[in-house]
C-alpha cells in the first residue's frame, strides 16, 4: 500500500521536476497556450507515484530490496515520466491550433514550413517528413553505429559501461560514438539549409555483435539485437525528444552518463542539499554524478560566498 510519506517521492519529487525543466521545456514552449510546465511536472509527480506505488513489486520479481537501487528506481523513473508527457503532449498539446501549414497563392505550403525544427513535433506535414528522413537515415546507418548511438541515447548508458558492453576501450568508444552521431547530426543539418553540405562517408565494414552486447540485451531488453533496434527505430519515430537529445550539440553528456559539468538545475539542486547538511558523496549519488564533481562545486561555491 502506498503511503505519502513514502521517502521514495520526498526525494525524488524535486528531481524529477529539475528533470522535466532540463529536458521537456520545450513542449510546454511548442505546446501552445493549452500547456504549461507546471502541468508537465504534475503529469511527471503522477508518474512518480504511480511507480512508487509498484516499486515493491518490481523489486520482488527481480529478488532485490530498495537497498542500493536509487540508480534503478531513477532508470525507470525517467521511462516513466518520458512515456507520461509525451502521451499527455499529444492527448492535450496537439488539439489546439499549432503549426498550421503555411500555404501561397497557389494553395502549396512553403518551403519555409517544411523545413519545421526537429524540436517541435507538430503535425505539419513538413514537420513528420523531416524527422521521417532523418529516422530513415539513421535505420540505413551501419549496424555498429546504429547499435552504438541505441545504447547512449535510448539506453543513455555512460561510455564506460558502452565500452564494456561493446568490449572495447572507453576512449575508442567515445570517438565511434561521436563519429556516427557527428554523421546524422550533419545529414539532419542539410534538411533545414538551401546549400545541403557532405555528409561523411562511412562504408560499413563486417561487424559481429560481441557476446557482451547480446548477454545484455536478453538480460535487460528479452530482446535479440535485431529486434531491440526495431524498438528503438520506433521510438525515434514517435517520440521527438530521442532525436532532439541526439542532435543537439549543447551537451554531450545525456543522463545516467557520469557527467564532468553539471546542468543549472544540478548545481541549485546540489546548493539545496548541501545547505540541508547532506554529504557531498549524497549529494553525488542523489544528483547521478561524480563525487569528485560535487567535489569541485562544493568549492567553486565556498570561493564565491566569501
Not at 546507418?141 to 541505441?150: C, E
Not at 555512460?158 to 563519429?179: C, E, H, V
Request: proline share 5%; net charge neutral; with cysteine.
Amino acid at each position: 500500500m502506498l503511503s505519502a510519506e513514502d521517502p521514495l517521492i520526498s526525494e525524488y519529487l524535486p528531481v524529477v521536476s529539475g528533470h522535466i525543466v532540463n529536458k521537456y521545456s520545450w513542449m510546454a514552449e511548442r505546446g501552445n497556450c493549452l500547456m504549461s510546465l507546471d502541468d508537465l511536472k504534475q503529469v511527471a509527480a503522477i508518474a512518480l507515484v504511480k511507480l512508487v506505488s509498484r516499486w515493491d513489486d518490481v523489486l520482488a520479481e527481480q529478488d532485490k530490496t530498495r537497498e542500493g537501487n536509487g540508480g534503478l528506481f531513477w532508470w525507470y523513473l525517467k521511462t516513466d515520466v518520458k512515456r507520461a508527457v509525451s502521451k499527455y503532449y499529444r492527448d492535450i498539446a496537439q488539439h489546439g491550433e499549432y503549426d498550421a501549414p503555411i500555404l501561397d497563392e497557389l494553395g502549396a505550403e512553403t518551403l519555409e514550413m517544411q523545413r519545421t525544427s526537429v524540436r517541435a513535433p507538430s503535425e505539419a506535414a513538413g514537420a513528420r517528413l523531416t524527422r521521417e528522413d532523418i529516422v530513415d537515415f539513421y535505420s540505413l546507418m551501419p549496424l555498429r553505429d546504429k547499435t552504438i548511438i541505441a545504447l547512449r541515447y535510448f539506453d543513455e548508458l555512460p561510455y564506460p559501461q558502452l565500452a564494456d558492453i561493446l568490449d572495447a576501450q572507453t576512449k575508442t568508444t567515445r570517438n565511434l560514438t561521436m563519429n556516427a552521431v557527428n554523421r546524422l547530426r550533419a545529414f539532419a543539418r542539410n534538411q533545414y539549409i538551401d546549400a545541403p553540405g557532405k555528409v561523411p562517408v562511412r562504408i560499413e565494414q563486417p561487424w559481429s555483435p560481441p557476446p557482451a552486447l547480446l548477454t545484455y540485451l536478453r538480460e535487460r531488453h528479452r530482446m535479440n539485437l535485431a529486434e531491440y533496434l526495431g524498438i528503438v527505430t520506433i521510438a525515434l519515430r514517435v517520440d521527438v525528444s530521442y532525436l532532439v537529445e541526439i542532435l543537439r550539440t549543447d551537451r554531450t553528456n545525456v543522463p545516467g552518463a557520469m557527467a564532468s559539468t553539471m546542468t543549472s538545475f544540478q548545481c541549485a539542486a546540489a546548493d539545496e542539499l548541501l545547505r540541508q547538511g547532506e554529504t557531498m558523496r549524497e549529494v553525488a549519488r542523489r544528483l547521478d554524478v561524480s563525487y569528485g564533481v560535487i567535489v569541485s562545486h562544493a568549492k567553486r561555491r565556498q570561493s564565491l560566498a566569501a
